[in-house]
């Protein structure tokens, strides 16, 4: 969520005329995260966010628009988009597609405990299920083919061991066969700082931007390796049993689910390792602009990798 394409007021002003959503009062441009461009609105009836796509087509947005929507009405809290005038959700502003969307409250958790993890484990797994209607499909964008392909992207950047580690783990994930994995909708990116907390409680999911559909327990690593990590960048073990009893409590883990869990959580280490090291050698233009530590999720993958051996 930064900053890549410049609003001013006065252009914000004329756009939300297509809306019932009062007087612009103020405009703030949100600067983490990496994919879109964001900013906090604040009208005379409230606070809303508003994002222009900088990657995403206007074919590819109604998946994730529609999903907010389903997603919405089973129960989960997540930003609901709001229809103009016309009744549409996506709009179009300084040439990008946009939508704006409900304001959630609450902060997202730098330290989460085992009951925030148990909490978190029970609302991915409600968002598994109510997934199941959900019509559309998308495949995963960011599957094995784009490691793979964003591999020789970024190789002239490696040194010889990040080479020798890359290749090898992408040889491994190319091996493994999830077929006959449990699959749905995920968000693929439920990270602390896309889950707000209100009073202790879970009071929202935000940036479903890399939904799609994929292996649930690709999901569930996703969380595992950002919620359940010490700062020896390895698992803490009371997080992870609390993310998997809370997850477990309204979907339980099929045997191949549990027989796949180490090799899932190399994978989710792979990806974020290889869109953090594409984000920083290969960055695009943006006037608030963030772009996170690589070595962090290759620290987290060797650990997998070392941990998995110790167990052979």
């Known amino acids: 969520m930064s900053v890549f394409t410049r609003i001013t007021e006065n252009e914000l002003t004329l756009w939300l005329k297509q809306y019932r959503l009062g007087q612009l009062l103020n405009l703030q441009g949100i600067a983490s995260g990496i994919e879109n461009t964001n900013y906090f609105v604040i009208t005379t009836q409230g606070k809303f966010v508003l994002t222009l796509f900088e990657k995403l087509t206007r074919s590819e947005l109604p998946y994730y628009l529609n999903l907010m929507l389903h997603l919405s009405g089973h129960g989960i809290p997540c930003p609901m988009p709001i229809r103009n005038n016309a009744g549409q959700i996506l709009g179009e502003l ?34 598994h299920l109510a997934g199941r209607s959900y019509p559309q499909y998308m495949p995963n964008p960011r599957s094995l083919q784009w490691w793979q392909a964003k591999a020789l992207e970024i190789d002239p950047f490696l040194s010889g061991d990040e080479k020798v ?63 359940c990590m010490n700062e020896e960048k390895t698992l803490d073990t009371a997080r992870v049993y609390s993310l998997l009893k809370g997850y477990q409590q309204a979907r339980p883990l099929s045997a191949i689910e549990r027989e796949a869990w180490p090799s899932m959580l190399r994978a989710a280490a792979l990806r974020f390792w290889v869109s953090r ?32 051996a110790e167990l052979a």
């Open 165 to 227: 580690l890359l290749q090898s783990e992408l040889a491994f994930q190319a091996d493994q066969r999830h077929e006959n994995l449990p699959e749905g909708v995920i968000h693929a990116d439920m990270f602390r700082d896309n889950v707000l907390f209100f009073d202790n409680k879970l009071g929202g999911i935000i940036d479903f931007y890399f939904a799609c559909n994929d292996s649930l327990l690709y999901d569930l690593a996703i969380v595992a390796n950002d919620w």
């Open 94 to 127: 300084n040439n990008k597609p946009a939508v704006i969307v409900s304001f959630l409250s609450g902060e997202s958790l730098l330290h989460p405990t085992p009951e925030h993890c148990q909490v978190m484990g029970m609302m991915l797994a409600k968002m």
């Open 277 to 308: 090291m594409v984000d920083l050698y290969l960055p695009r233009s943006g006037e608030l602009t963030h772009a996170k530590d690589p070595n962090h999720f290759k620290a987290i993958l060797q650990n997998h990798r070392e941990s998995v």
